[in-house]
């Protein structure tokens, strides 16, 4: 089932590859504005520009990072709607 989520905005950590990938992909696909969050930044660029989002660097064990990826998605994106940790 496909959820329509046109105007919303969602943070996916580790979207770079795998399921992270994917989730990311399944939201663009219904209509949210996706922030594409990794530590790996080549596969986080390359992603964030096949799926039509915005790539955000972010290094989930470093509370700072955490935070200057939210402070950015909200500066690109605001508000966040959806975040989600993989």
């Known amino acids: ?14 979207g770079a590859s795998g399921i992270g990938r994917g989730i990311a992909e399944q ?3 219904a209509g ?3 922030v594409v969050a990794d530590i790996e930044d080549e596969p986080m660029h390359e992603t964030a520009a096949e799926i039509g ?18 402070a950015r998605s909200w500066a ?3 508000p966040v709607d959806c975040p989600t940790w993989t």
């Open 1 to 14: 089932m496909l959820v329509h989520l046109e105007g919303k905005v969602a943070v996916v950590t580790g």
């Open 32 to 34: 949210a504005r996706v």
């Open 76 to 78: 690109v994106r605001s």
């Open 53 to 70: 989002a915005f790539a955000v660097h972010t290094d989930v064990s470093d509370l700072a990072s955490v935070e200057a990826c939210g």
């Open 27 to 29: 939201l663009t696909a």
